[in-house]
């Protein structure tokens, strides 16, 4: 480190180690355990799950006394109890394919496309996979990151050619847009279930989503709502993000503007330094 750095020879570990943005060894334990953590939270086989939120006491401080340490450690950026114990994504048996069929037949070419193109296309995908009574979603997340501020979310909605919902939240944890735009999913299918609408195209940029709800996964939110309300038929649409598509334009700025409140349940995320 010291030649990389041009340090003198007396340079101490610590300075040289903060120059090159490398974490101390108590860090990287620190680490460790939040990783650990997490995984226990999000598995419901592990012998370990019940215990997680409990206080767990060992006069060796062996055992689980780690997960104590852990979870002093992740309350000094969010509430233990904010984290999501168990799967974030579950298998979904849809034989009919009433909530999984996904439409991905556009890419993120139509960036490159003139003026209105992209549009059109997607506008073509919806009356392709919609009928009359559908409502047609726009959703999309939003994360300020220089500097450091929010994630937010926003969904636009509309049927019959006229704006039927328009929604937005935010929170002052820095996550990814994918994480935010799976909670405007989740509004999304809130909504449908407390204003009794039974089916929908929803739109959005998130092809990693899509890939995963191809493959017969839900997100555990969703499968709960979908059973909760009266949701007979989902149809998804890969929507390129930035190409000039209205609906998707709406929802992104939504996102953008969303103000900080409410409550936001994280899931086990990939913890990294």
């Keep these: 480190m010291t030649v990389i750095l041009g340090c003198t020879r007396d340079t101490s570990t610590a300075p040289m180690r903060y120059l090159l943005d490398l974490p101390t060894m108590s860090v990287r334990y620190k680490l460790a355990q939040v990783k650990a953590f997490l995984r226990v939270s999000a ?44 799967c974030e994504w579950i298998p979904f048996e849809d034989s009919e394919a009433k909530f999984t069929t996904v439409e991905m037949s556009l890419g993120r070419e139509c960036r490159e496309w003139p003026e209105g193109e992209a549009d059109a296309a997607v506008e073509a995908l919806i009356d392709k996979l919609s009928d009359p009574d559908d409502v047609t979603v726009f959703t999309d997340g939003s994360v300020q990151r220089d500097p450091p501020t929010k994630s937010g979310w926003g969904l636009f909605a509309r ?32 909504w449908m279930t407390e204003v009794h609408l039974t089916k929908a195209v929803i739109a959005t940029d998130s092809m990693s989503r899509l890939q995963t709800i191809d493959k017969k996964m839900l997100y555990t939110d969703w499968i709960d709502l979908i059973y909760a309300g009266h949701i007979e038929k989902l149809n998804w649409i890969f929507c390129p993000g930035h190409s000039g598509v209205i609906g998707n334009e709406r929802a992104d700025t939504l996102a953008g503007q969303a103000q900080i409140d409410g409550e936001f349940t994280l899931d086990p995320p990939h913890c990294t330094c």
């Design 159 to 190: 049927k019959d050619g006229i704006t039927a919902k328009e929604n937005s939240g935010a929170t002052s944890i820095v996550t990814s847009s994918m994480v935010m735009e799976v909670k405007a999913i989740t509004e999304t299918l809130r």
């Design 43 to 86: 598995d419901t086989k592990h012998p370990l799950h019940d215990k997680v939120g409990r206080q767990v006491q060992s006069r060796l401080k062996r055992g689980t006394e780690w997960m104590n340490q852990a979870a002093t450690t992740i309350s000094e950026c969010c509430e233990v109890e904010d984290i999501r114990k168990g």
